[in-house]
């Protein structure tokens, strides 16, 4: 923007000489127009802008300023554009990049070529040959070769005999001295296939032993089928009357007996340990036993007299022993 000062002097040069300064008085411009163009404002009839600036309201400005914001707006996609292009052109230099460093080199995809090898020099007419045999020197040695269509062809061997379908069997030609082995059957060419070995049956299991039937007789008691165990207990003792394991069968036969509440069976039994296995490691246990079917039987007096009979018979048995022989006697107040 010209500044008043400026536009001031430039009006007064082009207008002429200025009129003479009064100093009694300021002097009155010629016109309006002067005095308004002195001061840098329009008159109050002047339509047009001030002087050095654009009419922003007129038809000309409006259409400059829309150019100018379209310009900026073609400007401003023009450049995104430009981004978008660069960035995919750094995308293609970078795969390009990868599938070169991945792709094996021209000359190592390439095959080896193998050397030709230099065929063999042709012998020079007259040399001898360097090694120790020379077909020449003797043609009918053995292993000398015979010219094409001179050796004599084999006979024809035997139509073979054919079965009912019409396939051809051959029957194996008899063995010759020196005839090589079948590997394929493993035997000698021309032998008969010899026959399928016989597979000995396996030896019968010898028959179970008194420890075994006893620890069977056990294991039936454990499970809980009594009936059972009396049986095979029963069977046990009357085939091995005399075997280490009858006092613990017997025992054990009473045992039966007892947890199913046959208290007088059960007392035999314990009995017959006292009487007959008195020094037996079951002696203890069936004296104890003993008291107790007969307490269960109402005999009082004898039941008391067997857990007494603890202590004085065995003083060394196991203290459960003698501490259930004391807790039954309190029970029936011995």
């Given amino acids: 923007m010209i500044s008043r000062i400026a536009l001031t002097a430039a009006l007064l040069l082009s207008a002429g000489a200025a009129p003479a300064y009064d100093p009694y008085g300021p002097a009155r411009p010629d016109s309006d127009v002067e005095l308004t163009q002195g001061y840098n404002r329009p008159p109050a009839d002047f339509d047009g802008p001030p002087p050095g600036e654009i009419d922003n309201g007129g038809p000309d400005a409006a259409a400059l300023m829309s150019r100018v914001d379209r ?10 554009q430009n981004e978008e292009l660069q960035h995919k052109v750094q995308l293609l230099e970078e795969q390009l990049r990868a599938a070169r460093e991945i792709a094996p080199h021209p000359a190592e995809s390439a095959p080896a070529l193998r050397p030709a090898t230099a065929p063999a020099p042709a012998p020079v007419a007259g040399s001898k040959r360097g090694d120790a045999f020379d077909p020449a020197s003797d043609p009918a040695a053995p292993g000398v070769p015979k010219p ?45 296939p010899a026959a399928t070995p016989q597979i000995a049956p396996a030896p019968a299991a010898a028959p179970p032993g008194p420890k075994e039937e006893y620890e069977e007789a056990v294991a039936t008691l454990k499970a809980g089928r009594f ?67 007969l307490g269960a039987m109402g005999a009082r007096e004898q039941a008391c007299a067997s857990f007494n009979e603890i202590g004085m018979k065995y003083p060394g048995s196991a203290a459960r022993i003698r501490d259930a022989a004391s807790r039954e006697s309190k029970k029936l107040s011995c």
Avoid at 167 to 179: D, I
Avoid at 242 to 257: C, D, H, I, M, V
Avoid at 259 to 285: C, F, N, T, V
């Fill in 227 to 293: 009936e059972a165990a009396e049986k095979e207990l029963e069977a046990f003792l009357a085939k091995n009357p005399k075997s280490k394991y009858a006092p613990a069968a017997t025992f054990n036969l009473g045992e039966s007996f007892f947890l199913r509440g046959r208290h007088r069976e059960a007392a035999e039994k314990y009995l017959e340990i006292s009487q007959k296995y008195g020094q037996s490691a079951q002696a203890p246990d069936a004296l104890l036993r003993l008291g107790q079917s």
């Fill in 71 to 80: 310009l900026e707006r073609d400007i401003r996609r023009l450049t995104g």
């Fill in 148 to 192: 094409l269509g001179s050796t004599t062809p084999s006979a024809p061997l035997p139509n073979p005999p054919k079965t009912a379908a019409g396939a051809v069997t051959t029957a194996p030609p008899p063995r010759e001295v020196g005839q090589p082995l079948d590997i394929a059957h493993g035997r000698l060419v021309g032998d008969q």
